[in-house]
Nanobody
Framework: QVQLVESGGGLAQPGDSLRLSCAAS????????MAWFRQAPGREREFVVG????????YGLDSVKGRFFVSRDNAKNTISLQMNNLKPEDTAIYYC?????????????????WGQGTQVTVSS
């Protein structure tokens, strides 16, 4: 049974940093692309950033460029999202996703595996 489990969310103040982690089990994703999506209340799920198995990255949101950094450890079957200088508009549930392909795409329907999500709330 494949599982993706996110951790690291919580409450932060504007300007703070948080680091999200996603641990995959049940199969290896070392040759697959993975990604982070987020969904704010009343909004559709949006693609934040994806990372290929060799470390190539694709950002979906200009608003997070220079503040959010994705990384992966293929040996540990994990990906992480370092979020710096957090803003209230970053408040959302953040989801880890993986797909049966090497290519990164921004469409959520293209990802076969999803975590349960972790809440990030940025508020003063």
């Amino acid at each position: 049974q494949v599982q993706l489990v996110e951790s690291g969310g919580g409450l932060a103040q504007p300007g703070d940093s948080l680091r999200l982690s996603c641990a995959a089990s049940g199969r290896s994703f070392s040759r697959n692309s993975m990604a982070w999506f987020r969904q704010a209340p009343g909004r559709e799920r949006e693609f934040v950033v994806g990372i290929s198995w060799i470390g190539g990255k694709m950002y979906g949101l200009d608003s997070v460029k220079g503040r959010f950094f994705v990384s992966r450890d293929n040996a540990k079957n994990t990906i992480s999202l370092q979020m710096n200088n957090l803003k209230p508009e970053d408040t959302a549930i953040y989801y880890c996703a993986a797909r049966n392909s090497e290519a990164i795409i921004s469409i959520s329907a293209g990802y076969e595996y999803w975590g349960q999500g972790t809440q990030v709330t940025v508020s003063s």
